[in-house]
């Protein structure tokens, strides 16, 4: 395996006035998971391409180890790429879609099918080898496109969206298999989604992009705890973080329509606080400290049942909070008072989007 590395890597289309990756810099450390999350259109595709040698930087430089790979084209990168579509060949079998690429490389017979063997097996797919991709499942085809890939042992895998096309129980399945499966190669590996779950809970770090730019490069529980730019902070979290617009003066922070307003120690700054659902709570504890907590009274207007929690929206003067609880009784246009720990709340400076709290 080998390392992946960025630096100030631009990429435009239609002559130069669609900026789709825009100075990126990022290092993908050898034998690491590392996913690029972020909505339809910022650029995670562009980047995975810009790696694969499908797409060509307008400046900048990509280094695969140690080798500047700019010139190189996508088959002298010594990469595996899964697509969302897995791009099996359907008059092809199974055994046939697993073992072109290595039969391309003139590897013999005997050695092919004991690779090819090897991977089904570790896949659970050694009984399809005879069949058409046609006659697969959704997740039995996106093991074979996996097969293609591991059975290369190339020097870095990229993978864009393969969970998208499967149903929600079997990418809950396929997250876990993925992930055991990648640390057991101990491969490189760049994932790109835009699905939270899947950045959060498979990768050793996740890349938020926001229009051709990163925003924060993190571990998952840095990214949800700490995130460094309002973008992260209302793009990471389901459901999304509050945002309460408002000032911070004299040491307290007012909000736009004066309903919350609280002491802080910092800087007169035009601001965004954050508070996540979950940080919210509508029960009132004995014996809570306002010099501890934020406290505030609001009215539940609304009820959504979440499984085993809710999610209450809480009006407190003009502004609707979301929080979870996991009871709601009949609290609909009760008023309720709500609490949060002052360590939970975050704030971003609203000129830059960036992160003012520790």
Same mark, same amino acid.
């Given at each position: 395996? #080998?390392?992946?590395?960025?630096?100030?890597?631009?990429?435009?289309?239609? +002559?130069?006035?669609?900026?789709?990756?825009?100075?990126? /810099?990022?290092?993908?450390?050898?034998?690491?998971?590392?996913?690029?999350?972020?909505?339809?259109?910022?650029?995670?595709? $562009?980047?995975?391409?810009?790696?694969?040698? =499908?797409?060509? %930087?307008?400046?900048?430089?990509?280094?695969?180890?140690?080798?500047?790979?700019?010139?190189?084209?996508?088959?002298?990168? +010594?990469?595996?790429?899964?697509?969302?579509?897995?791009?099996?060949?359907?008059?092809?079998?199974?055994?046939?879609?697993?073992?072109?690429?290595?039969?391309?490389?003139?590897?013999?017979?005997?050695?092919?099918?004991?690779?090819?063997?090897?991977?089904?097996?570790?896949?659970?797919?050694?009984?399809?080898?005879?069949?058409?991709?046609?006659?697969?499942?959704?997740?039995?085809?996106?093991?074979?496109?996996? #097969?293609?890939?591991?059975?290369?042992? %190339?020097?870095?895998?990229?993978?864009?969206? %393969?969970?998208?096309?499967?149903?929600?129980?079997?990418?809950?399945?396929?997250?876990?298999? *993925?992930?055991?499966?990648?640390?057991?190669?101990? #491969?490189?590996?760049?994932?790109? /989604?835009?699905?939270?779950?899947?950045?959060?809970?498979?990768?050793?770090?996740?890349?938020?992009?926001?229009?051709?730019?990163?925003?924060?490069? +993190?571990?998952?529980?840095?990214?949800?705890?700490?995130?460094?730019?309002?973008?992260?902070?209302?793009?990471?979290?389901?459901?999304?973080?509050?945002?309460?617009?408002?000032?911070?003066?004299?040491? $307290?922070?007012?909000?736009?329509? /004066?309903?919350?307003?609280?002491?802080?120690?910092?800087?007169?700054?035009?601001?965004?606080?954050?508070?996540?659902?979950?940080? *919210?709570?509508?029960?009132?504890?004995?014996?809570?400290?306002?010099?501890?907590?934020?406290? =505030?009274?609001?009215?539940?207007?609304?009820?959504?049942?979440?499984?085993?929690?809710?999610?209450?929206?809480?009006?407190?003067?003009?502004?609707?909070?979301?929080?979870?609880?996991?009871?709601? +009784?009949?609290?609909?246009?009760? /008023?309720?008072?709500?609490?949060?720990?002052?360590?939970?709340?975050?704030?971003?400076?609203?000129?830059?989007?960036?992160?003012? $709290?520790?």
């Amino acid at each position: 395996m #080998a390392k992946v590395s960025f630096e100030g890597v631009t990429k435009t289309f239609i +002559d130069g006035t669609l900026v789709a990756v825009n100075n990126a /810099t990022l290092v993908i450390p050898d034998g690491k998971f590392i996913t690029i999350l972020g909505p339809s259109g910022c650029g995670k595709s $562009t980047l995975l391409r810009l790696a694969a040698g =499908l797409e060509s %930087p307008d400046s900048g430089t990509i280094y695969i180890g140690e080798q500047n790979v700019n010139a190189l084209s996508p088959r002298q990168r +010594d990469i595996a790429m899964v697509f969302q579509n897995y791009a099996l060949y359907p008059h092809m079998t199974i055994q046939q879609n697993i073992s072109i690429g290595l039969k391309l490389r003139g590897i013999k017979s005997e050695e092919i099918d004991q690779q090819v063997n090897k991977v089904t097996s570790q896949l659970s797919i050694e009984e399809t080898l005879k069949r058409y991709p046609a006659q697969l499942s959704g997740g039995q085809q996106q093991r074979v496109a996996l #097969a293609r890939a591991i059975v290369r042992n %190339p020097a870095v895998f990229l993978l864009d969206e %393969p969970l998208s096309n499967l149903d929600a129980a079997l990418r809950e399945t396929m997250r876990a298999e *993925l992930k055991n499966l990648f640390k057991m190669l101990n #491969a490189t590996v760049m994932y790109v /989604t835009h699905d939270q779950i899947e950045a959060l809970s498979m990768s050793d770090t996740v890349v938020i992009m926001d229009k051709g730019l990163i925003r924060q490069i +993190d571990p998952p529980a840095v990214i949800y705890e700490k995130p460094a730019h309002i973008f992260v902070a209302e793009f990471v979290g389901s459901p999304r973080m509050n945002i309460i617009k408002g000032k911070i003066e004299n040491d $307290t922070f007012t909000s736009l329509d /004066t309903s919350i307003t609280f002491p802080i120690a910092c800087s007169n700054k035009q601001v965004f606080l954050g508070i996540r659902p979950e940080s *919210l709570s509508a029960i009132k504890i004995s014996g809570t400290s306002p010099d501890k907590h934020l406290l =505030l009274t609001g009215t539940v207007t609304a009820i959504e049942l979440l499984g085993s929690q809710y999610l209450l929206t809480v009006t407190v003067g003009n502004t609707a909070l979301r929080v979870i609880t996991p009871q709601a +009784d009949t609290l609909i246009q009760k /008023t309720v008072t709500l609490f949060c720990d002052y360590r939970h709340l975050h704030f971003f400076e609203e000129q830059t989007g960036l992160r003012l $709290t520790g």
